[in-house]
């Protein structure tokens, strides 16, 4: 599977089925996103699905433009005014949804899917290995601009996947999974 679209709609029903698993006191428990527990992490990922563009911007502009800020307000507001069932139906009912993050096009889309998946099952501790093909995308167009955003400094660092064709970074090297790299290059330790 090279496609991205195709690779989006998979990891959106793998998560599916995922978040379908996890009992009443999982979805009360604290994910890699700090100060998130499951239900704010899933209210996130379903944001986009649930806030029109006027909308969108009018959270924005009571953030004073902060993204980070307006993210975390609506998704303690919306994880504490809908249910697990609700945020998961949510999420169920848009697994073809078209949307990309602004910039970040589908790539950007299904790195959103995998690393806020990520943020759940590892904290959790299931064991979900996700498939090397869309790790292979969405490590594909990691680069300085990610790392950036995460707030991860490289320097001097090569990564390398055991587990795929994948290296970042100049330096002394560090082999790890691809998962396992993933989740350093996005400031989840």
Known sequence: ????????????????????????????????????????????????????????????????????????RVARADAAALTPDELTDTLEANIHHQWKPPGGGYEGALSHDVIHGLDVTVALGIDRQVPLDRLQLVLGSAGAKQLKYFGVNLT?????????????????????????????????T
């Open 1 to 72: 599977m090279t496609d991205v679209q195709t690779a989006i709609v998979a990891e959106r029903t793998d998560l599916v089925a995922v978040l379908r698993s996890l009992s009443a006191e999982d979805w009360d428990r604290s994910t890699l996103c700090e100060g998130w527990r499951v239900r704010e992490l899933v209210a996130h990922l379903v944001m986009p699905y649930r806030y029109s563009t006027p909308r969108f911007l009018k959270e924005m502009l009571r953030s004073r433009g902060n993204f980070n800020r307006m993210a975390d």
């Open 156 to 188: 001097g660092t090569q990564l390398q996947a055991t587990d795929l064709d994948w290296t970042l970074g100049t330096g002394t090297v560090v082999r790890d999974t691809a998962q396992n790299l993933l989740l350093r290059i996005t400031g989840r």
